[in-house]
Each structure stands twice: as C-alpha cells, then as structure tokens.
C-alpha cells in the first residue's frame, strides 16, 4: 500500500485552515468560493483569498459566496468545491495514496450536518475521514491536559459560532454552543452604524472598524476611526467619525451572548471539575479571542482567570494535527 497522508482542517465560518502532518499549517484561506451563475449548475470561478477581494466588487454574473453559515455548511456543493480545492494543494503524495483527513466540527451539530462535512470532504478525494468537536481540537491545541482528571475550559470563538465547553478525562464534559461570533458582530455594527448615522457599510468596512477599534471592555487610548459608506438619504458617498465606545455599544449584545455561554457552561459543571476550573482558569482560542479586553471581561462577570492561547487562531487546526500524529 502507499503511504497515507494525513491531513487536519479547521473548516471555519470565515477561514480555512489545512494542516498536514510532518509539514504544519500550509494553507490559510478565507472560506469565501466565487461562482459564476450563467452556467448551471453553476461554475466556480475561485477560492479562498482570489475569492475574497471579489466580495461586493463582481460583476452580475458572478457571486462570491461565504458557503458555510454559523460553522455549519449552508451550500453543499461550494463547500465541496472549496475543500476539493484546498485538499488537491494539500495533497503531494501519489493520488492512489490512501489520504486520511480529521475535520473540525462545532459541538453542537446534528447527524445530518455531520454526514455533509463527511460526504464533501469524501468527494473531495479523501479515503478515511474522521471528525472531532472543535471545542476538543482547540482544547488539544491550546495545550491543555485533555486526557487528565483535572477539568479544563475552553472558549473557541470563530467566525460563526461560539463553542464553550469543559473537557476531562479526553471528552467533553459539558459544552454550549451559540451561533453567535465574529460575524454577528460585524452585522451588529453594519446595523448600529445605519440605525445612528444612517450609513450603509459593508461587511469588510465593518470587519475593519471591529479590528481596529472594536473592545469587549474598555481601554487605554481608545480611539475613533473614520468610515465611509452610502448615505442612506440621498445615496451619495459619506464618512462619519466613530468611536471605540460606539462600537463596543454596537457589539454589547454579541459580547453578552458569549458571557451567557460562559455562565451556563459553568453551572452545569461537576462542583469537583468546577473547583478546577476556578483554580486554572479558562482559556480563549479562535479568531474571537483577539477581541481587546474580551479576557477581561470575562474574567469580571466569572470571577475566574482567563488568558489567550498563544496563538489563537492555530489552536483548532493544531488540534486536529496533534490528534493525527496520536493516532496513528
């Protein structure tokens, strides 16, 4: 038999990222797939970063598509095309090689969602395909000791959803999982900047702001940037000014709605796994994590120390390649 490859991705709401094993993280793209609709079935145009910097540019005929919603796949087939694309670059070894691929999963999905990450990865070219809950991979990969006694805590915050869960002894204890995230933020400002200044900005102007200024808390030298959008009154070009403290009112309820997870995570604890939970503290992975003062935060309204994994935005997909190279 030739030689298996093993491959680990983190099929996430904004981005893709593909591990293999013996060589690390090798792509990091956008989950974004363009399609051209004057073809049917329709034809896909590009993936990934290409696809990207077509959002809101294209012309009528094609669309650029973000083919996974709220960390579940809402488009089949464009997330099919989208892994087949990301697996061919991932695959060196002889296409007759038996490929084993690990893909991430939010905790919380059905059977029916996880036979369609399973079938697209499949048609994709992968011969064993094998899932793991995210909130496991990103526990994995932030470091913590998974397979002991001691409880660990973990708040994977990505693009779609939220995961929240309490991992011992290699599984997962207790876990929530809110389909709010990074994106609900961005439409969180979209909406407050068009309700207060009746202004119409995109999703990357809103992504921006939340980058740059966006706080769960506040903070020192906190800021104002300027943005510019359609005035939703005569539709001409305009900028407004808008403050840090502006927007951490637009993204209050997103925040909340993560702090809510946090709390009922940790009443439906085990008091034994609970008591070591207040001693270690709780840990932040996913895009999510990077949001300023949102350890702060958390630790405030819990009580309970939180610090950031090293690299947040890693953790799942080293994860999954940590899992890969145990089980082998």
């Known amino acids: 038999m030739l030689f298996s490859q093993d491959i680990g991705i983190d099929l996430g709401t904004s981005n893709t990222l593909v591990f293999v094993k013996g060589k690390g993280i090798i792509i990091r793209e956008p989950s974004v797939v363009a399609v051209d609709q004057r073809f049917n079935p ?49 695959i060196t070894a002889s296409p007759f090689a038996k490929t084993r691929i690990m893909i991430c999963v939010p905790s919380g999905v059905t059977e029916v969602e996880r036979r369609a990450v399973n079938d697209a990865a499949k048609s994709a070219g992968a011969r064993y395909v094998s899932l793991i809950e995210e909130p496991m991979a990103a526990a994995i990969g932030a470091g913590l ?46 909406n407050y900047i068009r309700k207060k200044y009746n202004l119409l900005i995109g999703e990357r102007t809103a992504e921006d ?22 005035n939703l009154v005569d539709g001409l070009p305009k900028d407004v000014e808008i403050t840090a403290e502006e927007v951490r009112e637009a993204m209050k309820d997103c925040v909340n709605q993560v702090l809510d997870a946090v709390r ?45 994994a090293d690299n947040p935005l890693d953790c799942v997909v080293e994860g999954t390649g940590i899992c890969l190279e145990k089980h082998h």
């Open 209 to 230: 702001i939340k980058i740059q200024i966006g706080s769960a808390y506040p903070y020192e030298g906190e800021g104002a940037m300027n943005v510019k959008g359609r």
């Open 145 to 190: 000791p998974v397979e002991n006694a001691t409880g660990s805590m973990i708040v994977d915050i990505g693009g779609g959803t939220a995961e929240v869960a309490v991992v011992a002894l290699g599984d997962i204890v207790t876990s929530r999982s809110v389909k709010v995230a990074g994106d609900s933020c961005d439409e969180a400002i979209i």
């Open 42 to 90: 329709v034809r896909v145009v590009a993936v990934g970063s290409e696809a990207k910097e077509m959002i809101g540019r294209t012309p009528g005929s094609i669309a650029a598509l973000r083919p996974l919603r709220d960390g579940v796949i809402a488009d089949f087939d464009a997330t099919a095309e989208m892994l087949k694309k990301f697996i061919r670059k991932a």
């Open 264 to 308: 009922t995570t940790l009443e439906n604890t085990p008091p034994e796994l609970a008591a070591d939970i207040i001693d270690r503290g709780i840990t932040l992975t996913g895009g999510g994590a990077l949001l300023r003062g949102l350890d702060k935060l958390i630790e405030k309204e819990a009580g309970i120390p939180v610090r950031v």
